[in-house]
């Protein structure tokens, strides 16, 4: 997947946190590339780093008019600012994030084409499995606005009312759905039932992946997770959810030892308490299984630790 960032992000950060002004912002950006907009002038009353993402996250897009089609309706224009607007947006608290993309979805119904153009960036940016850019947390944000808009007609928001809805199930801060399955040596047991260090790692793989079998063998390897074990503050659980029980009985050897592995029938999925869209996925839990890092990537979690 190509990904628009340029200069304009990394100005834009070192002006969040203070370390440019509004008159080296302005050399700074003085040649912008025209495909992206204008960084907003920050009041100098507004000191706090998250203050100025606010101002800036809220006025990103006053520049943009979504009339105009030249650019509202050219997918590369509009993919390069939701990017800069996207790597900005984190710095922002969670009542500005939501102010900046409400106010974001409103001026683009001034255009129902580039209304929809809109609602495939961001799917495509923030929901997508692959995407290095992809958080379900912010993606949520512009789904309160899709499910309530009248440009999608009533298609357009009832599919995105199933995402909103998926993405409600095991989300950061909530305990994560119990289930069932089947140890290696043949103990039946349950997630809430698995004794758990600090923290637990979730994997959902396919033995028959072979992209599974990739990020396995990072995790494996991974010195960092290694002594988070030997320490005594990890636990490694790595499940897989599906009918070929046969398959998983003839490769579960073939994790280490010091994981938990287990089988899952498939269960969680047909009652829908689990969406796996891609294969492996990743939880990071904490010790009374409270959902820390969802659909996250090895490197966010080692990230995290």
């Not at 907009?37 to 780093?49: A, T």
């Not at 009533?154 to 909103?164: C, I, V």
Request: contains cysteine.
């Amino acid at each position: 997947m190509k990904v628009y960032i340029r200069n304009v992000v990394v100005v834009a950060i070192m002006f969040v946190c203070g370390c440019v002004s509004n008159a080296q912002r302005a050399v700074s950006t003085e040649n912008v590339n025209s495909e992206e907009l204008p960084l907003p002038n920050v009041p100098d009353v507004l000191r706090e780093p998250s203050a100025r993402a606010a101002y800036i996250t809220e006025h990103f897009w006053d520049a943009m008019e979504f009339s105009d089609t030249l650019k509202s309706h050219n997918n590369g224009f509009m993919e390069q600012n939701f990017s800069n607007f996207i790597n900005i947006l984190p710095y922002a608290d969670k009542q500005a994030q939501e102010i900046a993309v409400e106010k974001l979805m409103r001026k683009a119904e001034a255009d129902s084409a580039a209304y929809i153009i809109m609602t495939e960036i961001a799917e495509k940016y923030l929901y997508e499995p692959e995407s290095p850019m992809y958080s379900e947390e912010l993606y949520v944000l512009f789904l309160e606005q899709f499910i309530k808009s009248p440009m999608l007609g009533s298609y357009g928001t009832l599919r995105y009312r199933w995402q909103y809805d998926e993405t409600q199930k095991n989300r950061r801060g909530t305990i994560a759905a119990n289930f069932s399955y089947i140890t290696r040596d043949g103990k039946r047991t349950s997630l809430h039932e698995t004794p758990t260090a600090d923290f637990l790692l979730l994997i959902f793989y396919d033995p028959d992946c072979e992209h599974c079998s990739e990020i396995i063998d990072s995790l494996k390897q991974n010195e960092v997770l290694n002594q988070l074990l030997t320490n005594g503050k990890l636990t490694i659980l790595a499940i897989n959810s599906g009918y070929n029980k046969n398959l998983w009985e003839q490769t579960a050897a073939l994790l280490p030892t010091e994981w938990i592995v287990g089988y899952e029938n498939g269960a969680m999925q047909n009652n829908g308490s689990y969406v796996l869209r891609a294969m492996p996925t990743l939880y990071l839990l904490d010790f009374n299984k409270e959902v820390i890092l969802k659909d996250a990537t090895p490197d966010r979690i080692i990230a995290w630790f």
